[in-house]
Nanobody, 129 residues
Framework: EVQLQASGGGLVQFGGSLRLSCAAS????????VGWFRQAPGKQREAISC?????????YYGNTAKDRFTVSMNDAENTVYLEMNDLKPDDSAVYYC?????????????????????WGQGTQVTVSS
């Protein structure tokens, strides 16, 4: 059974850091693209970042993540990480990881949540001011 498990969320102060993890079971990330999204109450789901190993080895970032967030993959652990620094209250949301075995990087659709087939359950990030 294919499963994604997101973890690492919590309460952090303004300017603090968190590292989110997305662990896969039932499949290997080696040929997948793994995206991070977030959704705050009353807001649309927002694409944060993607790391793609489907025919490429590249990372992609949305405007929100640039310069503050870093996505990486540990192949041995079959886990994707999202390192978040300089967190602000506007970063408070439920963060989701998602995976797809497809060329979302090459086709420019990594930021489209409907392009992903598998989703984790989400992890809450709350940034206090």
């Amino acid at each position: 059974e294919v499963q994604l498990q997101a973890s690492g969320g919590g309460l952090v102060q303004f300017g603090g850091s968190l590292r989110l993890s997305c662990a896969a079971s039932g499949f290997n990330f080696a040929h997948y693209a793994v995206g991070w999204f977030r959704q705050a109450p009353g807001k649309q789901r927002e694409a944060i970042s993607c790391i793609s190993r489907h025919g490429e080895s590249k990372t992609y970032y949305g405007n929100t993540a640039k310069d503050r967030f870093t996505v990486s993959m540990n192949d041995a652990e079959n886990t994707v990480y999202l390192e978040m620094n300089d967190l602000k209250p506007d970063d408070s949301a439920v963060y989701y990881c998602a995976a797809v075995r497809g060329p979302v990087g090459q086709t420019g659709t990594w930021h489209v949540w409907q392009a992903y087939d598998y989703w984790g359950q989400g992890t809450q990030v709350t940034v206090s001011s």
